[in-house]
């Protein structure tokens, strides 16, 4: 079992664990079988960070998140990203009302917590009035989308911080170059995880309560299945951040890994800036930077680069 109030581990009629994803209530764990199913459906939507199948599949680390289709819509048993808390979430547009009935139901009928997480505000504005329902703001899910022409450049007074912070860089490190990294490179895949590793020893990179490492692990080792950017910033030609980011479309990119050895003044507003001076030149137009998780210090790093617009999310409940 998992924490309080939270759904059993064990919660559906697993029909099958590869091949075509089933119909409610029986569901299928989430394997790379499943990426082309998943990833034309929800290409017909914002782009939420939480069902972008990359960021699904390599944050998988306990082989938990399950799938299956209700009404038209894909539901996904999620995992927690920092807890082991699991909880139903859809998305989708048929039926809505009744989809999110059906899962509240179906999460009572378990005995735990009848309650849906992660609900994008696309299925919200779909939700039709009902009295056994209590709708509320998730905003520590909230998706930040920042705006690549303006990263670019870092123009006007609500960037005169960036600005500043990317000045400094550049005056006390000129040994620096930016570098577009090669993942199908074993020696550049080592590089960065062992980057990562030397961030934890230098308590800069807290994993206590997280699975990021291993989700870069899992990226790393099936990197020829996304379509994913990997940039590093050089120090005296030495790795001192680095930024592994998709794209979605021609127009949307998605952020999913960025570590920065902090010692080196200014050095995540440089990253940022260099980076989105390329997909400028690409021509990207957003960057969704994920959602700050309710951690105090990820907000601020995450507000001060001045989103374009949020891809707000709900937690829906019963009465």
Not at 56 to 81: A, P, R
Not at 209 to 224: G, P, T
Not at 296 to 302: A, D, E, S, W
């Amino acid at each position: 079992m998992t924490k309080n109030n939270s759904i059993p581990i064990e919660v559906g009629l697993v029909e099958n664990t590869t091949g075509p994803i089933p119909l409610f209530p029986y569901s299928k764990k989430l394997t790379l079988e499943d990426k082309n199913e998943i990833e034309y459906f929800v290409k017909k939507f914002p782009f939420y960070s939480d069902y972008n199948f990359t960021s699904l599949f390599c944050y998988n680390i306990n082989n938990k998140v399950e799938v299956s289709w209700l009404n038209g819509n894909l539901v996904v048993l999620f995992q927690d990203y920092i807890t082991e808390y699991v909880f139903y979430s859809f998305l989708g547009e048929n039926q809505v009302t009744e989809t999110a009935l059906t899962l509240l139901n179906y999460a009572e009928s378990t005995q735990t917590k009848a309650e849906l997480r992660l609900i994008p505000d696309y299925v919200i504005k779909l939700l039709g009035a009902d009295e056994s329902i209590i709708v509320r703001e998730d905003e520590n899910n909230f998706d930040y989308i920042l705006s690549i022409p303006a990263l670019a450049e870092y123009k006007g007074k609500e960037f005169s911080n960036k600005r500043n912070h990317t000045n400094q860089f550049k005056r006390k490190y000129p040994n620096h170059n930016v570098r577009l990294l090669d993942l199908n490179n074993e020696a550049v895949r080592n590089q960065l995880l062992e980057f990562c590793k030397s961030l934890i020893e230098k308590n800069l990179l807290d994993i206590s309560n997280s699975h990021e490492l291993q989700a870069l692990e899992c990226l790393l080792k099936n990197k020829h299945h996304f379509n994913v950017y990997c940039f590093g910033i050089f120090v005296d030609d030495k790795l001192a951040s680095f930024l592994v980011c998709e794209q979605l479309n021609s127009e949307y990119i998605i952020g999913h890994f960025e570590k920065s050895d902090i010692y080196f003044d200014g050095i995540s507003p440089f990253l940022i800036q260099e980076v989105s001076k390329y997909l400028k030149t690409k021509g990207f137009r957003y960057f969704n930077y994920e959602q700050d998780l309710g951690i105090t210090g990820l907000r601020t790093v995450k507000q001060r680069y001045r989103p374009a617009y949020y891809l707000k999310k709900y937690i829906i409940t019963k009465k």
